[in-house]
Every structure is written in C-alpha cells, then in structure tokens.
C-alpha cells in the first residue's frame, strides 16, 4: 500500500492510522509502574545517562494512580480539542516486559478493556527484556487487538552504547527482533541523533541497518540533555558538540533517503520538558523543526527511500 501523500514525502503515522482504523487515533500514555534492568542492577545501575528519573515516561502518567484513572485523565484533556477518535493505550515508562509474567498480563489485559474506543497497545520495552514467554502471551494478545513493540536501540554503534550505558549489545537487538517478527507482531525502533562524539555517517549507518531489518516503523529523536541525568551533568561539566538545528534537519533528511519506503516514521524529533531542558534549546520548537524538514525536502523533490531504492535495486 502507498501510504505516502502529496503533503508529506515520507510514511508518516498520521496517515498510517487513518489507513488502518479509517479516523483520526491518539496515543494515551500510561505508567505500568515498571522497572529498569539497567537500572536495578540485573545488567547496569544508574540507567542510560540520558535517561531521566521517570524512565523516559516523563509525559506518561503518574505510577502512583490506576491506569484506568490515568487513561480517563489524559482522554478528558484530548476530548478538549478533538471530540472524535480513537486510542491506543501506550505502556512508556521504563521497560514494560520487565517483571513477573502473571503482573504483565494482568495490566494489559486491563488496558485494553479501558474503553470501547480503544483499537491497540503499544509497549515500549528493552530488547534484553523480550523472552519467548512474553511473546507467546503477546502473540496471545496480538490476536485480539493489535500490538506494537517499541524497542528503544538509539545507535548500532557499541562504543557509543558502551559511553551511555546502554547494557546490551547488538546481537541482542537481533535476537529480540527475530523472537518478535516470528510471531508477526509490529515493531517500532527508536534512534537517537547527536549522541556525544556521533558524525553524520554514524547516525545514517544507524538507517542504513535499521532498513535492512525487519520492522515496521521508527522514532527518530533528538538528543535531549536534561537535569538530573548524567548525560546533562557531564555535559554541564565538560561540554560537548550539540547539533544545531540546521544540522539536525540536514542529518534527518539524509536518513529519511536510506529508510526502506515501507516503514513508517512515528517522529521526526523528540519532546523534552521546558523547565527540565539543558540542551538543544531549539528542539522546544518542535512544528519548526518538522516544518524545515518537510521544507527542505520539497524543495529537493526528495522521497522517503531515494537512496535506499537507488542501491539496493
């Protein structure tokens, strides 16, 4: 199916959601009250560096309310806005398949019957935390509603990895995907661009094996240094290159040429909370951001999987 449109020249979810559930589809994020492997000292203490307090929940709801309070919350404020939809629950705090199965179960079962409007969950997790029983219980899941599995793998290079503790290795990823793709269940990647000492060529290799794996969409994110994380510290005490916003747009558009024309991209750029934000000040303006990214190519005539195209044909 060509999900792309005259608007945009990549694969964007907006579109995506609308082909899949024919209306407009809000994700609403909740806190399963999980954990950390990296952080509770199974593979690592102290989490990524860029990692906050909050498990990159920070727009998730609070672990200390029921989900079901935590869904009602956030509908309420959407319905402000938009009268008519749909949703998908979104497990985003920490690493939701981290913890007993029997606990797992319980709470996606209970997500998913919130409310007769829901249409998916999704569960962001770590690949070091994708086992075959939590995946036979997701296959289980999947065939009710559809699943979505958000990996967070930010670069394939393992000495950045190693420098923001990251606490797996590729082979790991690999595996993860093959466990999860076997049982035809959707999965999202996420990437980081302008992690400390990365060039250009390293984030679009990043792209370039990511679109030769077998996933479905992608989040492309910013670097955001934040207080209270050790990333941000460091920077604080030893600064060292942020992209500017002009390169950032130029590194976007590259990748956006050598993904696979298939996949989808969920984000083009991150959020980060104002108050809480060190560095890159530029990315609080987030419409900018997609704007000079979408400007730049329409200017050049440029699609989603030129390059990919050109050299894998």
Request: glycine share 8%; charged share 30%; aromatic share 12%.
């Given at each position: 199916m060509k999900l792309m449109n005259h608007e945009k020249h990549y694969n964007t979810l907006n579109n995506y959601y609308k082909n899949k559930f024919n209306c407009k589809v809000f994700k609403i994020s909740l806190n399963g009250n999980f954990?950390?492997?990296?952080?509770?000292g199974r593979c690592g203490i102290g989490g990524c560096s860029f990692c906050t307090p909050l498990g990159s929940g920070d727009f998730a709801g609070s672990k200390n309310d029921d989900i079901k309070d935590q869904f009602e919350s956030q509908?309420?404020?959407?319905?402000?806005?938009?009268?008519?939809?749909?949703y998908i629950v979104y497990f985003q705090a920490n690493t939701n398949t981290y913890g007993k199965l029997s606990y797992i179960k319980s709470l996606f079962e209970k997500a998913i019957t919130l409310d007769k409007d829901i249409v998916m969950i999704s569960i962001a997790t770590r690949p070091d935390c994708i086992n075959e029983e939590i995946i036979d219980y997701l296959f289980d899941l999947n065939k009710r509603m559809p699943v979505q599995i958000e990996l967070g793998l930010q670069t394939i290079h393992?000495?950045?990895?190693?420098?923001?503790?990251?606490?797996?290795e590729l082979e790991v990823f690999e595996e993860a995907i093959r466990l999860i793709r076997a049982k035809g269940i959707e999965v999202v990647v996420h990437i980081i661009n302008g992690l400390p000492f990365e060039t250009k060529k390293m984030m679009i290799e990043t792209v370039d094996y990511l679109s030769n794996?077998?996933?479905?969409?992608i989040k492309i994110h910013m670097l955001h240094l934040m207080k209270n994380t050790k990333m941000g510290n460091d920077y604080l005490n030893n600064p060292f290159h942020i992209l500017s916003l002009e390169e950032y747009v130029d590194i976007v558009v590259d990748q956006i040429l050598h993904l696979r024309k298939d996949i989808?991209?969920?984000?083009?750029?991150?959020d980060a909370i104002k108050e809480e934000l060190i560095e890159p000040k530029w990315s609080l303006k987030k419409f900018v951001t997609t704007n000079e990214i979408?400007?730049?190519?329409?200017?050049?005539?440029?699609?989603?999987?030129?390059?990919?195209?050109?050299?894998h044909n």
């Open positions: 954990t950390c492997p990296n952080r509770d509908k309420n404020m959407m319905q402000k806005k938009w009268k008519n939809g749909k393992q000495e950045t990895a190693n420098y923001f503790n990251r606490g797996y794996m077998d996933i479905q969409g989808i991209i969920h984000r083009l750029t991150g979408d400007k730049k190519l329409r200017k050049l005539n440029l699609f989603q999987g030129d390059y990919y195209e050109a050299h």
